[in-house]
């Protein structure tokens, strides 16, 4: 909105011009959302904690972690609808609402966000309910997958090609499988964000640095002069993104203020499924789906964790971890919760610098 606002005044005052700059109003939109963040949490937190709307460890059926988790009962959750709002409203304020990458970005953020609500309000309201059913909450994010991927299938701007990291010119073309590839990353990196959220700022954290890194890929992504140089996908408008994943930053930063070791609220589902479909939707469009296994890693190693334990268990009758996803066994293995969320977020910043580094490899 500003960008429409305040450019045409260039002609009054230069220094207008600077919001003609993707680079100026991602930082901004970075700032706002943190601001805006720091701002809301306080209300967001009280308001929860009037309606007694709290988590409880005995509640999400890990009786094994209740002793090391039981501080945490009552602590206000659902605390996404700060990041949603930040991110929103910073979003609206600094990128260009003409972007048609902008607009899907962020009614997928919506739409997850009323998903996850639904899910974490049926949990805290109805006694012993585990929220939505996995076949309502699979469906939500299903609905989206199929609608992303249909409208970016039939949209000719965008490629329908994976394209492979560390080769160059490796791509293949995927056609109409186009469309489940989409409802895959969408649906993986909502639900893998949802499992990694269960200590203290640690999916935010982690989703953090991965949207700090897809920032940076996006404006190159959408600047014909770099991608040429490093040889990359270009797709005209997608430096728009950068203002977008600047304020997933801003935005989870700021609730990091909130949610660090010993958090004051929680993000719930509220704010794990959008976040998480944020971060497929955006590497999809700039076509660094494969990458995001990458940058991801520790989003990666959590929902394999997941997938481990459970074939294990109906194959053979035994855990290989005594409890999934990893940060839980690693608790139970006596590691203490700050150390695993400081450890988790060195790898994350890691992976993201490493995923940057690799630009020129492709």
């Keep these: 909105m500003l960008y ?110 009323i998903v996850g609500f639904v899910d974490d309000y049926i949990k805290l309201v109805k006694v012993k309910s585990p929220g939505l059913s996995a076949t309502a909450k699979f469906a939500g994010q299903l609905v989206l997958g199929i609608g992303v991927g249909l409208y970016l299938y039939f949209d000719a701007q965008v490629s329908t090609a994976l394209y492979v990291p560390f080769l160059k010119h490796a791509l293949f073309n995927l056609g109409v499988l186009y469309i489940l590839f989409v409802v895959l990353v969408i649906v993986g990196t909502s639900n893998a964000v949802n499992i990694t959220d269960g200590l203290d700022g640690l999916a935010v954290g982690c989703v953090s640095f991965i949207a700090l890194s897809y920032s940076v890929i996006s404006y190159l992504t959408g600047h014909l002069g770099f991608s040429n140089y490093l040889n990359i996908y270009y797709l005209a408008g997608s430096g728009e993104l950068t203002v977008f994943c600047a304020t997933i930053v801003g935005a989870g930063l700021g609730f990091l203020w909130f949610n660090s070791y010993p958090a004051t609220i929680f993000m719930g589902d509220t704010g794990s499924l959008p976040l998480g479909g944020a971060i497929g939707i955006v590497s999809v469009l700039i076509k660094k789906e494969v990458l995001l296994l990458v940058v991801g890693g520790i989003f990666v190693a959590e929902v394999l964790s997941v997938i481990i334990q459970v074939v294990s268990f109906r194959v053979y009758k035994r855990r290989v971890f005594r409890m999934a996803p990893l940060h839980h066994h690693l608790q139970l293995l006596g590691w203490p919760e700050p150390k695993i969320i400081v450890r988790f977020w060195i790898v994350g910043i890691l992976l993201a610098l490493f995923g940057l580094a690799t630009l020129k490899l492709m």
């Design 4 to 113: 429409y606002l305040l450019y045409p005044l260039k002609d009054l005052w230069f220094g207008f011009n600077v919001f003609k700059y993707v680079t100026f109003r991602a930082a901004m939109a970075s700032i706002t959302a943190f601001v805006l963040s720091v701002i809301i949490g306080p209300f967001v937190i009280k308001k929860l904690s009037l309606m007694k709307i709290g988590d409880s460890p005995r509640r999400q059926h890990v009786e094994d972690l209740y002793e090391l988790h039981k501080h945490k009962e009552g602590t206000p959750t659902m605390g996404g609808i700060v990041i949603i709002l930040s991110m929103l409203i910073s979003t609206f304020l600094w990128a260009r609402l003409d972007n048609t990458f902008i607009i899907l970005c962020l009614i997928s953020v919506l739409w997850l966000g």
